[in-house]
C-alpha cells in the first residue's frame, strides 16, 4: 500500500496490485484534471495491467496530466483500516508516492483511521482510501 510492502497476514486482491491508497490518488489527479477516471484509462479487462504496479500507472497518471499542461500540487489522503497500522509506514509511502509523481514527499498527505470496528472495515475485511488533490495550470 503506498507503493510500499507492508508485513500482514492478509493482502488486498485486484486485477493490478490492488494498491488502494494509490488508486484512490490516481482518482483523484484525473478527476481534479477532468481526465476521467483509473477504470477507463487502465481497464480491469485488459491483461496488460494485470499485478501491474500502482506506482507505475501512477507516473503514467502524472505523465498525462503533465502532458495536459497540469502541475500536482498536493495530495491529501486518508486510509480507512481497523488494521494493520500503518503510522510506521507513513514516511515512505509518502516518499514513494511523491518520487512516483515527481513531487515532494511534503506534497502528500497520509492520515490513517479507523471505524472503530464498525462495518466490514471494522470487521477487517477491508479496506478504504480518499483522496483529494490540487493540481494546477502550468
Not at 494509490?22 to 481526465?35: C, F, K, P, S
Not at 514516511?91 to 490513517?112: C, F, N, Q, S, Y
Amino acid at each position: 500500500m503506498g507503493g510500499i510492502a507492508i508485513p500482514f497476514d492478509r493482502g488486498l486482491a485486484g486485477h493490478s496490485d490492488a494498491d488502494v491508497l494509490v488508486h484512490a490518488i490516481m482518482d483523484a489527479l484525473l478527476g481534479a484534471a477532468n481526465l476521467g477516471d483509473i477504470g477507463a484509462l487502465f481497464p480491469p479487462s485488459d491483461p496488460m495491467f494485470k499485478n501491474i504496479s500502482s506506482i507505475r500507472l501512477l507516473r503514467q497518471v502524472g505523465d498525462l496530466l503533465s502532458d495536459r499542461g497540469w502541475e500536482v500540487v498536493n495530495v491529501d489522503t486518508v486510509v480507512v483500516a481497523e488494521c494493520p497500522m500503518l503510522a510506521p509506514f507513513i514516511t515512505e509511502m509518502r516518499e514513494e508516492i511523491g518520487g512516483g509523481l515527481g513531487i515532494g514527499p511534503d506534497h502528500v498527505t497520509i492520515k490513517a483511521t479507523t471505524t472503530e470496528g464498525l462495518g466490514f472495515i471494522g470487521e477487517g475485511k477491508g479496506i478504504a482510501a480518499h483522496a483529494v488533490a490540487l493540481v494546477e495550470r502550468k
